[in-house]
């Protein structure tokens, strides 16, 4: 794909979850938190594996993969509020501030991780999809 193509599977992430992030703190506070952060994890694993499959069989589309992200944005939109609600219920007010920076950074280390991680998914599903494409010739 090109990158246009790139932008607009990521602008299709990005829209629902500007537009729901409120709905989403509404939920996460009406509702037990970690009950909503894991359907969000359960509905971002569906969409992964979706997206993977469509990729390793060589049949994925912008179309495709941007639905897929609108679906991830609605994902985050719950997850997102219910995660950082869930800090000061299950840590003690004199240590929420430490909490939070520790979980500040965490985030921090966990995109880093996600990048490498991102990269080597990325390598071993060219490699898959090129694999493929040579025993379909044959």
């Not at 609605?74 to 240590?95: H, I, M």
């Amino acid at each position: 794909g090109t990158a246009t193509d790139i932008g607009i599977v990521e602008a299709a992430g990005l829209i629902p979850l500007a537009m729901l992030v409120l709905l989403g703190g509404v939920w996460a506070d009406r509702l037990p938190r970690q009950t909503v952060m894991m359907v969000a994890d359960a509905g971002r694993t569906v969409l992964q594996l979706t997206a993977a499959a469509l990729l390793v069989a060589g049949v994925a589309q912008v179309w495709q993969l941007a639905a897929l992200q609108v679906g991830m944005g609605v994902c985050e939109a719950f997850f997102g509020p219910a995660y950082t609600g869930l800090v000061p219920e299950v840590v003690s007010p004199p240590r929420l501030q430490q909490a939070n920076a520790v979980d500040h950074a965490h985030g921090i280390d966990v995109k880093a991780q996600m990048s490498l991680i991102d990269h080597v998914f990325e390598r071993l599903i060219r490699h898959a999809g090129v694999m493929l494409q040579f025993h379909r010739k044959n």
